[in-house]
């Protein structure tokens, strides 16, 4: 059974930072694409970030040069370093794996993923 489960999210203020997690279980992902989507109420879900098996990552404008995504493959675990929050960041931060090992082109489409976690909230106060 693979689960993902993320955490970390919360309150903060606009300018803060905020470092939300996602453990997997139930198979290893290290030679997978993992990536985090966000979605707002009302609002359709969207990429955030994506790190490849080899560890190169790509970012949605939005968050370029705010947001870092990382992994620990001996945890079985990605991250997403958010700093520098604004109130539009708030949302419901979704981590996704894709399921082709060793696949060599970014992968930003959410049909492209096939494991979910079912998300943390993160809210931005101004």
């Known amino acids: 059974q693979v689960q993902l489960v993320e955490s970390g999210g919360g309150l903060v203020q606009a300018g803060d930072s905020l470092r939300i997690s996602c453990a997997a279980s139930?198979?290893?992902?290290?030679?997978?694409?993992m990536g985090w989507f966000r979605q707002a109420p009302g609002k359709e879900r969207e990429f955030v970030a994506t790190?490849?098996?080899?560890?190169?990552?790509y970012y949605a404008d939005s968050v370029k040069g705010r947001f870092t995504i990382s992994r620990d493959n001996a945890k079985n675990t990605v991250y997403l370093q958010m700093n520098s929050l604004k109130p539009e960041d708030t949302a419901v931060y979704y981590c996704?794996?894709?399921?082709?090992?060793?696949?060599?082109?970014?992968?930003?489409?959410?049909?492209?993923?096939?494991?979910w976690g079912q998300g943390t909230q993160v809210t931005v106060s101004s």
């Open positions: 996704a794996a894709d399921r082709r090992p060793n696949y060599h082109y970014f992968v930003i489409r959410e049909d492209e993923y096939v494991y």
């Open positions: 139930g198979r290893t992902f290290s030679s997978n694409a």
């Open positions: 790190i490849s098996s080899g560890g190169t990552t």
